[in-house]
């Protein structure tokens, strides 16, 4: 079982920067976090979630991806030391406000398309115009 926590959410003007934290909450771990592809997901009110951004576990040699609305402003990074993947998110937009999930898929490339096996409580972005 892996338990993710997401933090790093809040209010923001459109173009502003935040980063978003995803941490493996829990005491022991019967896993290496290295093992999880990771991904982040959003999903605003009255729409379907969407892919935004993932990354590959040790053995995909740091593979991402990202959906092409977020590519060139946002950034997706892991800590593996810290069992955190973060999501540095530059030049906000105003459709960039979201509820935003982070997913792992033990063995995982960080593909869109990926069936994700655990998934945090999500971190709300809001962003100003």
């Known amino acids: 079982q892996v338990q993710l926590v997401e933090s790093g959410g809040g209010l923001v003007q459109a173009g502003d920067s935040l980063r978003l934290s995803c941490a493996r909450s829990g005491r022991t771990f019967t896993s290496s976090f290295t093992m999880y592809g990771m991904g982040w997901f959003r999903q605003a009110p009255g729409k379907e979630r969407e892919f935004v951004a993932g990354i590959g576990w040790s053995g995909s040699g740091g593979s991402t991806y990202y959906a092409d609305s977020v590519k060139g402003r946002f950034t997706i990074s892991r800590d593996n030391a810290k069992n955190t993947v973060y999501l540095q998110m530059n030049s906000l937009k105003s459709e960039d406000a979201a509820v935003y999930y982070c997913?792992?898929?033990?063995?995982?490339?960080?593909?869109?398309?990926?069936?994700?096996?655990?998934w945090g409580q999500g971190t709300q972005v809001t962003v100003s115009s």
């Open positions: 997913a792992a898929k033990a063995g995982g490339w960080g593909q869109p398309d990926s069936p994700y096996d655990y």
